[in-house]
Nanobody, 127 residues
Framework: QVQLVESGGGLVQAGGSLRLSCVVS????????MGWFRQAPGKEREFVAA????????VYADSVKGRFTISRDNAKNTVYLQMNSLKPEDTAVYYC????????????????????WGKGTLVTVSA
């Protein structure tokens, strides 16, 4: 009975920034892993970033390291993805995801043990 609702997507010029938000309602857990995946046009869904409820164990895909920052505000039941220095290749639908209780970050990165997905928010980066 968990719902994830993304927002913040839109059209941005290359080099610009966007901040995605994922508001979580329903049950939460002390050690859950949450994060973001994305799916570009004609491509498979790929991992972007993950974070534990504590704010630790942060993992990024190599393609976004140094440009994207994932964070959580548990009091607001919200996960964020700050995206800076955006590139056209970042264009994709971005999905928020929640992993099952106690799963390892590595499992989440690999797409294992994900119990809930948001419907996605579209990010388009123009040249």
């Amino acid at each position: 009975q968990v719902q994830l609702v993304e927002s913040g997507g839109g059209l941005v010029q290359a080099g610009g920034s966007l901040r995605l938000s994922c508001v979580v309602s329903g049950l939460t857990f002390s050690d859950d892993v949450m994060g973001w995946f994305r799916q570009a046009p004609g491509k498979e869904r790929e991992f972007v970033a993950a974070i534990r409820r504590s704010g630790g164990s942060i993992v990024y895909a190599d393609s976004v390291k140094g440009r994207f920052t994932i964070s959580r505000d548990n009091a607001k039941n919200t996960v964020y993805l700050q995206m800076n220095s955006l590139k056209p290749e970042d264009t994709a639908v971005y999905y928020c995801a929640r992993g099952g209780l106690g799963i390892a970050s590595s499992q989440f990165v690999g797409g294992s043990g994900i119990n809930y997905w948001g419907k996605g928010t579209l990010v388009t980066v123009s040249a």
